[in-house]
Protein backbone atom coordinates (compact mmCIF):
# COMPACT_ATOMS: atom_id res chain seq x y z
CA UNK A 1 0.00 0.00 0.00
CA UNK A 2 0.93 3.70 -0.52
CA UNK A 3 -0.81 6.87 1.13
CA UNK A 4 -0.22 10.19 -0.90
CA UNK A 5 -1.33 13.39 0.92
CA UNK A 6 -1.15 15.96 -1.25
CA UNK A 7 -0.27 19.84 -0.27
CA UNK A 8 0.23 23.15 -1.36
CA UNK A 9 -2.90 24.45 -3.18
CA UNK A 10 -5.21 27.72 -2.95
CA UNK A 11 -6.23 30.71 -4.72
CA UNK A 12 -4.12 32.74 -6.64
CA UNK A 13 -4.51 35.29 -9.87
CA UNK A 14 -3.57 34.23 -12.89
CA UNK A 15 0.35 34.93 -14.34
CA UNK A 16 0.84 33.47 -10.85
CA UNK A 17 2.87 29.92 -9.64
CA UNK A 18 1.68 27.60 -7.24
CA UNK A 19 3.70 24.43 -6.01
CA UNK A 20 2.16 21.40 -5.12
CA UNK A 21 3.58 18.34 -2.77
CA UNK A 22 2.94 14.71 -2.38
CA UNK A 23 4.19 13.16 0.24
CA UNK A 24 4.13 9.09 -0.16
CA UNK A 25 4.35 6.70 2.73
CA UNK A 26 3.83 2.94 2.49
CA UNK A 27 5.89 1.27 0.15
CA UNK A 28 9.07 2.26 -1.18
CA UNK A 29 8.19 5.23 -3.24
CA UNK A 30 11.24 4.93 -5.65
CA UNK A 31 9.84 1.87 -7.05
CA UNK A 32 6.83 3.74 -8.31
CA UNK A 33 5.44 6.01 -11.14
CA UNK A 34 4.01 9.10 -9.47
CA UNK A 35 1.67 11.03 -11.75
CA UNK A 36 -0.49 14.43 -11.44
CA UNK A 37 -4.04 14.37 -12.53
CA UNK A 38 -6.46 17.80 -12.27
CA UNK A 39 -10.55 17.43 -12.81
CA UNK A 40 -12.36 20.59 -12.93
CA UNK A 41 -16.17 20.76 -12.15
CA UNK A 42 -18.07 18.69 -14.75
CA UNK A 43 -15.32 17.79 -16.52
CA UNK A 44 -13.31 14.59 -16.59
CA UNK A 45 -10.20 14.10 -14.54
CA UNK A 46 -7.17 14.90 -16.75
CA UNK A 47 -3.41 13.80 -17.21
CA UNK A 48 -1.38 16.80 -16.27
CA UNK A 49 2.28 15.37 -15.80
CA UNK A 50 3.93 12.26 -14.58
CA UNK A 51 7.95 11.33 -13.41
CA UNK A 52 9.39 7.99 -13.92
CA UNK A 53 10.51 5.62 -10.67
CA UNK A 54 14.36 7.27 -10.42
CA UNK A 55 12.87 11.05 -11.89
CA UNK A 56 14.86 10.67 -14.98
CA UNK A 57 11.88 11.10 -17.29
CA UNK A 58 9.41 13.52 -17.16
CA UNK A 59 5.56 13.81 -19.49
CA UNK A 60 3.66 16.70 -19.82
CA UNK A 61 0.18 17.20 -20.99
CA UNK A 62 0.45 19.69 -24.20
CA UNK A 63 -1.56 22.15 -22.16
CA UNK A 64 0.78 22.65 -19.62
CA UNK A 65 4.40 22.17 -20.99
CA UNK A 66 6.30 24.89 -20.69
CA UNK A 67 5.04 25.94 -17.33
CA UNK A 68 4.56 23.00 -14.92
CA UNK A 69 7.62 21.36 -13.96
CA UNK A 70 7.58 17.73 -12.53
CA UNK A 71 10.63 16.69 -9.76
CA UNK A 72 10.68 14.24 -7.28
CA UNK A 73 13.14 13.36 -3.83
CA UNK A 74 13.19 9.51 -3.44
CA UNK A 75 15.00 10.06 -0.03
CA UNK A 76 12.17 12.37 1.15
CA UNK A 77 9.44 10.46 -0.62
CA UNK A 78 7.77 13.52 -2.38
CA UNK A 79 6.99 14.41 -5.97
CA UNK A 80 6.16 18.11 -6.39
CA UNK A 81 4.36 20.26 -9.17
CA UNK A 82 5.99 23.27 -10.15
CA UNK A 83 3.10 25.22 -11.90
CA UNK A 84 4.07 29.06 -13.69
CA UNK A 85 1.86 31.22 -15.68
CA UNK A 86 -1.34 29.71 -14.27
CA UNK A 87 -4.68 30.70 -16.60
CA UNK A 88 -8.00 30.48 -15.16
CA UNK A 89 -8.55 27.06 -17.22
CA UNK A 90 -5.82 25.69 -14.75
CA UNK A 91 -8.38 25.59 -12.60
CA UNK A 92 -9.12 22.24 -10.81
CA UNK A 93 -8.91 19.25 -8.00
CA UNK A 94 -5.14 18.38 -8.05
CA UNK A 95 -4.41 14.47 -7.63
CA UNK A 96 -1.53 12.84 -7.07
CA UNK A 97 -1.21 9.57 -8.19
CA UNK A 98 1.16 6.33 -7.91
CA UNK A 99 1.57 3.25 -9.77
CA UNK A 100 4.61 0.19 -9.15
CA UNK A 101 7.44 0.88 -12.16
CA UNK A 102 6.23 -2.75 -13.54
CA UNK A 103 2.68 -1.51 -13.63
CA UNK A 104 1.74 -1.46 -17.88
CA UNK A 105 0.04 1.38 -20.23
CA UNK A 106 0.93 4.76 -20.46
CA UNK A 107 1.52 6.98 -18.12
CA UNK A 108 -1.00 9.41 -18.75
CA UNK A 109 -3.66 6.69 -18.50
CA UNK A 110 -5.15 7.06 -14.84
CA UNK A 111 -6.40 3.62 -14.83
CA UNK A 112 -3.52 2.49 -14.54
CA UNK A 113 -2.74 4.52 -11.50
CA UNK A 114 -3.56 2.07 -8.32
CA UNK A 115 -2.94 4.49 -5.38
CA UNK A 116 -4.22 7.90 -5.22
CA UNK A 117 -4.60 11.01 -2.87
CA UNK A 118 -7.08 12.91 -1.64
CA UNK A 119 -6.34 16.12 -4.32
CA UNK A 120 -5.97 19.76 -3.35
CA UNK A 121 -7.60 22.14 -4.71
CA UNK A 122 -6.23 25.29 -7.11
CA UNK A 123 -7.80 27.96 -8.19
CA UNK A 124 -7.10 30.73 -10.34
CA UNK A 125 -8.91 34.26 -10.61
CA UNK A 126 -8.45 36.55 -13.58
Known amino acids: QVQLVESGGGLVQAGASVRLSCVAS????????MGWFRQAPGKEREFVAA????????NYADSVKGRFTMSRDNAKNTVTLQMNSLKVEDTAHYYC???????????????????WGQGTQVTISS
Open 51 to 58: ISASGAST
Open 26 to 33: GRTSSRYV
Open 97 to 115: AAKHMLTGGTDSDALTYAY
